[in-house]
């Protein structure tokens, strides 16, 4: 059963920092590239609610990876899936905002 996506306000400001970075420092083909990765990711978690690890005991947070470097953290819950955040698996895993 397909699930509803929505995302939260810091999830958007996530995507809105991850795009800005690319645009200007790589070419289009990359920003294209990982849309296109995270329309794979979303649709497939539409249809999978549960792929991702569980990030917290109760597994109502998971994460997937979506490239190397950054993981989507979302929230799964009856027939909605709300994405937290992206997080730069580069940093310090103490500073999620999640």
């Known amino acids: 059963m397909v699930k509803r996506i ?7 400001e996530d995507l809105r920092s991850v795009l800005q970075y690319l645009q200007q420092d790589w070419p289009i083909e990359t920003t294209l ?10 649709s497939m978690l539409q ?5 991702g690890r569980g990030y917290t ?3 109502s947070i998971r ?10 953290y ?12 992206l997080f730069d698996t580069r ?7 999640f």
């Open 63 to 72: 994460s997937l990876v979506l490239i190397k470097q950054i993981s989507i």
């Open 91 to 97: 940093q310090n895993p103490n500073i999620k905002k």
């Open 33 to 42: 590239g990982f849309l296109q990765k995270l329309t794979d990711k979303l």
């Open 47 to 51: 249809q999978f609610p549960e792929l």
């Open 74 to 85: 979302y929230l799964y819950k009856e027939e909605q899936i709300t994405v937290l955040g």
């Open 6 to 12: 929505n995302w939260t306000l810091n999830a958007r």
């Open 57 to 59: 005991e109760s597994d």
